[in-house]
């Protein structure tokens, strides 16, 4: 059985930045929830000795389709939810005025897809928009007013190649999109990655172009004048064309502290500062790697365990790292200082005929270099060892090229917390294997789309994939969802080097399979592949509680969840 008891010490009150907000917790008695659509009769459950809250569905908005990416992110704002619908190319626009009978009231539609939604207190609205014809082409950003009661769309920029995520500042006085700049998927071409800084008109107006500044990669390529760090990842299929740092960066994810931005480049393992006075990258740094040889850094890397059979084996290797490659990022004070938060999803590249990963029962075959016979690693490259695990060809090899010393996963299974030069004060570890194991040991490592064992073991996990931050009774929390097993799980973060597991809920059925059941039972399946998460403070939701709103893109839910105290 895994201690749970949270390792909490007391600390000054930390202050959040961005978008999160704060809230306040007020003692409230457990009440009996009546059955409603996409709410599970039990969802599956693990606290801490002594959790200080709990979460629990209280209603849910379904699109009715599945695994189309039809709910991913989700923004709030006067008593509505703002959900990326990527299927639709939209954003829907739920009433939860009444938490469980959300019902959708409307839309915010624009040419091309919608990729992320943030919305300012005075109701100015934002939308990433990348091109949906092209996802090479120039996207857009959306300007729309949510005071109204059917939004109204107020104009639009034109920004980077296919911008991704969309973040405001604490003031409201800019937005700041991550550019992606992904490559065609039969690498045609492959556009700049790139920083978008918006000024925003002080009313609920829409900016113009010339309110936008491109904050480029230029200066870390060959020649330039700020170096970029040799771990930080440029590789793969690179054109023979210039800018092959800009081109491989991939901006993902955006924290804002203050006029500095901290920018995920997730494919790099790297995160980017931007100087939002002068629109400009000051530098790269990388993330590192952790060691699973270490204790407390185990995985089960294997759908095929030592018995022959999946079953819940963590444990350490020699030989292998993890690559924290995260998605999710957000940025928050403690005593004084700005720390960001990390969920390490992990990703590989695959564009073209080129493909990163490889299981390591692979290597040597077709091409791909061997595992090195001195490496620690030599002899764990059976089913039931790290056989069966995805690793990436573009790491670990020889000086000279001809075999594998070490082997690098993707992603590590965990959430970290670094201080904003690079330095980890925090990671959890093993924990989110062990948690989730405990929690429903029959589908641990499930996939989504279908209930499983061990279904993602030889991948990423649990698969961490994004995070958001609240302050409840003084202390502040992460909330992280896990995209593949479900569910969100809650660490107490106040004192970031003191982190400590709290609770975790996943609104899952395990029962149903919804791709071998069919998606007729979609609804019984209760929510599968979060994707987006939003803190809503006490002040502004209608029970007078905080919540959470979690968009799944899988289900294409989007479910509401009480934060109340437990004693």
Known sequence: MLSTRPRIRRAAAPILLGAVVVGCLAAAPAVALPVRTAIVDAPVEVAADGAALSLSPVGAYETGVFDESAAEIVASY?????????????????????????KKVGEVASDGIANSVAIRADGLGVVAIEDGDDKTAAGRVVFFDATKKKPRVLGSVVVGSLPDMVALSADGARAVVANEGEPADDFSSDPEGSVAVIELPGTVSAATQAD????????????????????????????????????NVEP???????????????????????DLDGATVEAVVPFGFVDHSEAGHGIDPSDRDPRGAPTFDVRTFAGLKGMYLPDGLVAYRAAGE??????????????GDYVENARVKDLGDDGLAPVCETSPAAALTGDADLGRLNVSTAMGLSE??????????????????????????????????????????????????ESNLEGRSDDKGPEPESLAIGEVDGRTYAF?????????????????????????????????????????????AGDLGPEGLSFIPAAMTPTGEPMLAVANEVSGTTTLYAISATS
């Open 78 to 102: 006067d008593g509505r939810l703002y959900v990326v619908n990527a299927r639709a190319g939209l954003v829907d626009v739920i009433d939860v005025t009444k938490p469980s009978k959300p």
């Open 400 to 449: 000279d090229g001809s075999c594998y010393e070490e082997l690098y996963a993707f992603g590590s299974r965990s959430f970290s917390i670094w201080t904003t030069g690079g330095e980890q004060v925090f990671d959890s570890g093993e924990d989110f294997e062990r948690i989730t194991h405990e929690a429903a040991p029959a589908f641990f490592n499930s996939n989504h789309s």
């Open 480 to 524: 992280i969802g896990f995209e593949r097993v479900g569910g969100v799980i809650v660490y107490d973060i106040t004192d970031p080097a003191a982190s400590a597991f709290v609770t975790y809920l996943n609104n899952r059925d395990f029962s149903v399979s919804v791709e071998d059941d069919g998606v007729e039972l979609l609804s019984a």
């Open 252 to 274: 993902e994810y955006v924290a804002i502290d203050g006029d500095t931005a901290y920018v995920a480049l997730q494919e790099a393992n790297a995160f980017a500062v931007v």
């Open 212 to 247: 936008v500044r491109i904050a480029d990669f230029h200066e870390f390529e060959a020649g330039g004048s700020r170096a970029l760090p040799e771990e930080v990842r440029v590789f793969g299929p690179t054109p023979e064309a210039d800018l092959p740092v800009s081109r």
């Open 338 to 351: 700005t720390y960001l938060v990390s969920a390490n999803e992990g990703d590989a590249r695959e564009w």
